[in-house]
């Protein structure tokens, strides 16, 4: 079964698209885990608590685990995933991927795999029904890896000097509107803008401060994981240098 907000939760949303702080999110959508997985549905797939967002190709949501094991025989779509609390492993034909530490992965379509959780456990998901080009791997994101120069913000919408910017992609999509991977940038300063895209991140260094259409302002640092929803109205100025893990869903 899917969880979905009850009717508090889904009357506090903004009314415009914004900025949410998802680890916030995760905690209030699974403090109630009477509802647990059917007995018939795998509880990774059971166990899902979606954001309440316009219908599109990417669900994005929680998933909550309680200790134990569990076998998921094929995933239906692409998922990126997160580590909110707690620990996971996953086993799929000889190759295993153990997360912790807010440690994240994509889990391609076509996926089966054997998870483990010593604890319970929090995820954040976002799944996408696009062209997939996985092959039903497991790929963790190398937070490690070597960033190869990548594109600045427009010229037209920054207060100060062009930052230098790199990237990092772990995971591409066949037809390319779904990205996940590690992003650093020097600091800078750029007016506001409308995205046109559902970009989840997950600040590693540094911080930056956002400031919303509405006004609401918000500094988020190092461990925080945030979702910019597509349409939102937003700033963003960094101080220091940044550098995060991405998960981006962006229509051609």
């Known amino acids: 079964m899917l969880h979905s907000l009850d009717s508090r939760q889904a009357s506090s949303r903004p009314a415009h698209p914004s900025i949410i702080d998802l680890r916030q999110f995760a905690r209030e959508v699974t403090a109630d885990t009477a509802g647990q997985a059917d007995g018939q549905t795998d509880a990774f797939l059971a166990n899902r608590y979606p954001l309440a967002i316009p219908a599109c190709p990417v669900e994005i949501g929680a998933i909550r685990l309680e200790a134990g094991t569990g076998r998921v025989a094929e995933l239906p779509a692409d998922e990126f995933i997160i580590l909110c609390d707690g620990s996971l492993t996953l086993n799929r034909q000889g190759q295993t991927l153990e997360l912790a530490d807010s440690a994240s992965a994509v889990l391609s379509a076509g996926a089966g795999f054997d998870w483990h959780c010593p604890e319970p456990t929090t995820l954040l998901y976002i799944r996408y029904l696009g062209e997939s ?47 996940c991977g590690t992003w650093y940038s020097t600091p800078y300063h750029r007016r506001a803008m409308e995205s046109r895209q559902y970009e989840l991140m997950h600040l590693l260094a540094g911080a930056v401060t956002v400031v919303e259409q509405s006004g609401a302002t918000r500094t988020y640092t190092k461990g925080d994981i945030c979702l910019v929803e597509k349409g939102a109205v937003w700033s963003w100025e960094s101080r220091e240098d940044v550098k995060k893990v991405y998960a981006i869903y962006r229509p051609a």
Do not use: K
């Open 133 to 179: 080009a996985g092959e039903g791997n497991l790929i963790a994101i190398d937070e490690s890896a070597a960033l190869e120069p990548s594109g600045t913000p427009l010229v037209e919408l920054l207060v100060g000097p062009t930052p230098s910017c790199r990237n990092h992609t772990d995971y591409r999509s066949a037809d390319e509107e779904f990205m």
